[in-house]
């Protein structure tokens, strides 16, 4: 097959392109580094010509709903518009496990990216996961006040990024199923914990005080709204083993 992926440089588009490698499958990553810009839809006709699948794991850094809908949303249109001109089968959709149930900043634009999808003409599957192990040095690096880094408290039932990438390219394989099973890790963690140990793994030894986020969105990271349901899928490797493998 041929499978292309939007987001692929990315820390979960790296395993999938690894992962649709390893299956043999050949593989165009839809990247502004490989020459084509999925906001404006330069070299992207060329790149998914006669794709069986498009795999979006495209991303953006930012806690604004109006950002990070606009972003999502303009892609998607891209993408959707492009794989329908060309006939392209099949439309390949990462988001999070939860976020109908806490629709506020960076979720608010992934689901107008499942809106999107759901409502366009391209047939489609939809993978929700929970957050990846990653999550916790991506926000390690980001909570801070001056020198201090912030520990968030959030319950997380964190999942390998690789695993997810393996999950969707199973999906690509597979025919349009739409709503695919949520996907998540094999226990829950608190995110504040999962800072502290990455922070000791990297040799710190700083206090790093636990914090709240203010607001709706935040008193929803901490009511379990973002966990998996009773019939999700579950990974197999805990934050502890993927945390102990990284070379920080």
Same mark, same amino acid.
């Given at each position: 097959m041929k499978l292309a992926v939007a987001g692929g440089t990315g820390v979960v588009g790296t395993h999938v392109v690894d992962a649709a490698t390893r299956r043999g499958h050949d593989v165009v990553v839809l990247s502004r580094r490989t020459?084509?810009?999925?906001? &404006?839809?330069?070299?992207?006709?060329?790149?998914?010509? +006669?794709?069986?699948? /498009?795999? =979006?794991?495209? !991303?953006? $850094?930012?806690? !604004?709903? =109006?950002?990070?809908?606009?972003? #999502?949303? +303009? &892609? &998607? *249109? /891209?993408?959707? =518009?492009? +794989?329908?001109?060309?006939?392209?089968? @099949? @439309?390949?959709?990462? !988001?999070?496990?939860?976020?109908? *149930?806490?629709?506020?900043?960076?979720?608010?634009?992934k689901l107008a990216q499942e809106r999107l999808v759901e409502t366009g003409s391209v047939p489609?599957?939809?993978? *929700?996961?929970?957050? #990846?192990? +990653? #999550?916790?040095? $991506?926000?390690?690096e980001r909570a801070t006040l001056g020198p201090l880094h912030l520990a968030v408290r959030m319950r997380t039932q964190p999942i390998a990024a690789r695993e997810v990438a393996e999950r969707l390219v199973a999906l690509a394989e597979a025919a349009p199923s739409g709503r695919a099973r949520d996907l998540g890790g094999p226990r829950e963690e608190n995110l504040a914990d999962m800072i502290r140990a990455y922070a000791r793994a990297r040799g710190s030894r700083a206090w790093i005080p636990a914090i709240s986020l203010p607001g709706e969105g935040g008193r929803r990271q901490r009511d379990g709204s973002l966990l998996p349901g009773p019939d999700a899928q579950l990974g197999t490797q805990t934050f502890d083993k993927w945390l102990a493998a990284q070379h920080l």
């Open positions: 020459g084509i810009d999925v906001r &404006t839809g330069a070299g992207l006709a060329e790149a998914i010509a +006669e794709a069986d699948a /498009v795999i =979006d794991v495209l !991303s953006t $850094q930012t806690l !604004s709903a =109006d950002v990070a809908t606009e972003f #999502f949303t +303009e &892609t &998607t *249109r /891209v993408l959707l =518009d492009a +794989e329908k001109r060309i006939g392209v089968p @099949h @439309h390949v959709a990462l !988001s999070i496990v939860g976020i109908d *149930r806490a629709p506020y900043g960076y979720y608010a634009g489609w599957t939809i993978l *929700r996961a929970t957050q #990846f192990h +990653e #999550f916790a040095g $991506q926000t390690y």
